[in-house]
């Protein structure tokens, strides 16, 4: 049980273009996911939670114009990163709180994303 | 200072011995911490959470939870080439969020 999942599991695109990450939470209901980004040999810095059916909180210093997160349905969240740019390559890693169990957070297999 | 601290390591250990991790953090009103491993490449996995003062074994893995001196810990007991990998202590800050700390990076040789 508690199985995230994400896609893609790696992506390049070019500077200047969209990526949208999809996380899905397969066997629970998940009002809460969360949004981590990690840049190598570093620790996971939290970049918004996503909250079923209202908009995201991000944290200081995250742009929100840039880092567009939707949270549609108790099982999907997404993170799309607008005009990418080379800096923004990174491992992108989503987990979500199973509602009905405690506060453990179970993350997704993560998205490596790099940016030419 | 940071909320959250950890030696990075590398750690290095002989297979069969005992790893001990430490971590301190910084808020003496955070309440849960949680321990995840990491291997190199991948998403971090959940190894066990301590709430409470004292030690909490699950297997291998022993966490210890000192409140008054602001730290935690967790053993694992004989050590296998598998368990190299990166441990990152992590507490819970208001409702929902995780504050990280860098990780410590155990190496266990055969």
């Known amino acids: 049980?508690?199985?995230?999942?994400?896609?893609?599991?790696?992506?390049?695109?070019?500077?200047?273009?969209?990526?949208?990450?999809?996380?899905?939470?397969?066997?629970?209901?998940?009002?809460?996911?969360?949004?981590?980004?990690?840049?190598?040999?570093?620790?996971?810095?939290?970049?918004?939670?996503?909250?079923?059916?209202?908009?995201?909180?991000?944290?200081?210093?995250?742009?929100?114009?840039?880092?567009?997160?939707?949270?549609a349905s108790l099982t999907l969240s997404t993170l799309t990163v607008t005009s990418a740019h080379p800096e923004d390559s990174s491992f992108y890693i989503c987990s979500a709180r199973d509602q009905g169990v405690g506060f453990e957070q179970y993350f997704g297999p993560g998205t490596r994303l790099t940016v030419t | 200072q940071k909320e959250v601290e950890q030696n990075s390591g590398p750690l290095s250990v002989p297979e069969g011995a005992i790893a001990s991790l430490n971590c301190t953090y910084s808020d003496r009103g955070s309440q849960s911490f949680f321990w995840y491993r990491q291997y190199s490449g991948k998403s971090p996995e959940l190894i066990m959470f301590i709430y409470s003062n004292g030690d909490k074994e699950d297997g291998r893995f022993t966490a210890q939870l000192n409140k008054a001196s602001q730290y935690v810990s967790l053993l694992i007991r004989d050590s296998q080439p598998s368990d190299s990998a990166t441990y990152l202590c992590a507490r819970k800050s208001g409702y929902n969020k995780l504050i990280f700390g860098a990780g410590t990076r155990l190496a266990v040789h055969p």
Not at chain 1, 3 to 31: M, N, Y
Request: glycine fraction near 6%; aromatic fraction near 12%.
């Open chain 1, 1 to 71: 049980g508690a199985v995230v999942s994400q896609h893609p599991s790696w992506v390049i695109c070019k500077s200047g273009t969209s990526v949208k990450i999809e996380c899905r939470s397969l066997d629970f209901q998940a009002t809460t996911m969360f949004w981590y980004r990690q840049f190598p040999k570093q620790s996971l810095m939290l970049m918004a939670t996503s909250n079923e059916g209202s908009k995201a909180t991000y944290e200081q210093g995250v742009e929100k114009d840039k880092f567009l997160i939707n949270h």
